[in-house]
């Protein structure tokens, strides 16, 4: 009895060390919106810098903007990374130096710019340029794909010519296609664990002659497929514990 109690606790352990192989390969792969459109990742974000015809000259207007990236925000920059990589990323969209929409907001409650989203502003890359004589309220910021500069313009009355779509990346677990990779580690640990406990079934058979499958399959209870790490570890736990 002693060898089939270690089979079986190596056998759980083994199983546990495979659920959480699964675990961490679902959480560790983000997802970006499977629309139509191109989405481009960056750390934890997606991004969909909007292409306009070739030959049409581009203009948005905020509203426009705020339209067309609707479901999502509009470019949100939250780091100097986050300005770099759109700076860097510009060229390989648009053709010149394009002029891009933030996603802020003046906020008349606390007297501040915010982020859609209800951010605060925490990184600013300001132009230096005297203060714009705008009202507040009606004060928007673009982008400028060049230098990275932000400038203060009439939400009402500036047209830009460019548009970023920003949203999170989601860990869509139910979507997601398995890889290959991943359905080559199911197959053999199915395939390991099948053996194994043919293994065990055998020995046990040999060493206990009289015993019934019966009595065989209550010292074999079977795996609970969907469970988590933590009954993993409840389950560890009591299986150290049979006398
Ligand atoms: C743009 O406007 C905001 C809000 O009024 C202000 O905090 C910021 O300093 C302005 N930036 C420039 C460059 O004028």
New binding site residues.
């Given amino acids: 009895m002693e060898s089939l109690k270690n089979n079986r606790r190596s056998r759980s352990v083994l199983f546990c060390v495979f659920v959480l192989c699964i675990q961490l390969q679902l959480s560790l792969t983000g997802h970006c919106p499977a629309d139509r459109r191109t989405w481009v990742s960056f750390k934890d974000k997606c991004y969909h810098f909007v292409h306009g015809e070739e030959d049409k000259i581009k203009s948005y207007t905020f509203e426009s903007a705020k339209t067309l990236c609707r479901g999502f925000e509009l470019l949100t920059i939250q780091s100097a990374e986050e300005n770099d990589f759109v700076i860097k990323y510009s060229p390989e969209v648009w053709k010149g130096t394009v002029n891009v929409w933030l996603g802020m907001y003046?906020d008349t409650n606390s007297d501040?710019?915010m982020w859609f989203g209800d951010d605060p502003v925490l990184f600013t890359n300001?132009?230096d340029?005297s203060?714009?004589d705008?009202v507040?309220v009606e004060?928007c910021?673009s982008l400028h794909s060049n230098t990275g500069k932000?400038?203060?313009v009439s939400c009402l009355e500036e047209v830009e010519n460019g548009v970023v779509c920003e949203t999170d990346q989601k860990a869509e677990v139910a979507k997601q296609k398995p890889n290959a990779l991943l359905s080559a580690l199911v197959i053999l640990s199915v395939v390991a664990i099948m053996g194994v406990s043919a293994v065990i079934w055998f020995l046990h058979q040999k060493h206990n002659l009289g015993s019934t499958i019966l009595t065989a399959f209550e010292y074999h209870p079977p795996f609970r497929v969907l469970d988590t790490d933590q009954s993993c570890l409840v389950e560890a736990e009591e299986t150290d514990s049979v006398p």
Avoid: G, I, R
Wanted: aromatic share 20%; hydrophobic share 35%; net charge negative.
């Fill in positions: 003046y501040n710019m300001w132009e340029s203060p714009s705008l507040p004060t910021v932000w400038e203060n």
